[in-house]
């Protein structure tokens, strides 16, 4: 994804790799958190803590190796964390998958859409 301007003014014209930003992953699963019903959220279809951490240090690791791993950036998984955010520009956007199971689509000439290992743990080819 391309949200930087380039050298030039140019709106939307550069992504991470090209402006050698740092990447920080923070696994944050109740931003998910179901709340139509009730008035508490509903953290039910949430993955088992084991398997999502196994998940979430695969995310990483494929991160890491698609780009600097000196750049890439971790949290805690399971903690109590204060992160502090500065926005770069006047946009904050929300990248999200409706799809349960959709899958990590590479486009040509992405240094991070190269990861290995994409698979999830407990995904059939874990199976045989």
């Keep these: 994804m391309k949200f930087w301007d380039d050298e ?3 709106k939307w014209k550069k992504n991470v790799v090209d402006i050698e930003g740092e990447i920080l992953c923070v696994s944050q699963f109740t931003l998910l958190a179901n709340t ?3 008035s508490k959220p509903d953290f039910h279809g949430a993955m088992a803590p084991d398997r999502a951490k196994a998940l979430y240090e695969t995310f990483f690791q494929n ?3 698609g780009y600097q791993p000196e750049r890439v950036k971790d949290g805690v998984f399971q903690a109590m964390m ?3 955010l500065v926005n770069d ?3 904050t956007l929300e990248l999200n998958t409706p799809d349960k199971k959709a ?3 590479p486009s040509k000439g992405n240094k991070l859409s190269k990861l290995k290992g994409t698979e999830t ?3 059939s080819s874990d199976a045989a």
């Design 8 to 10: 030039e003014g140019g």
């Design 36 to 38: 139509k019903k009730g």
């Design 63 to 65: 991160v890491q190796q």
């Design 82 to 84: 204060q992160v502090a």
């Design 89 to 91: 520009g006047p946009v």
């Design 103 to 105: 899958q990590l689509k």
């Design 121 to 123: 743990p407990g995904s």
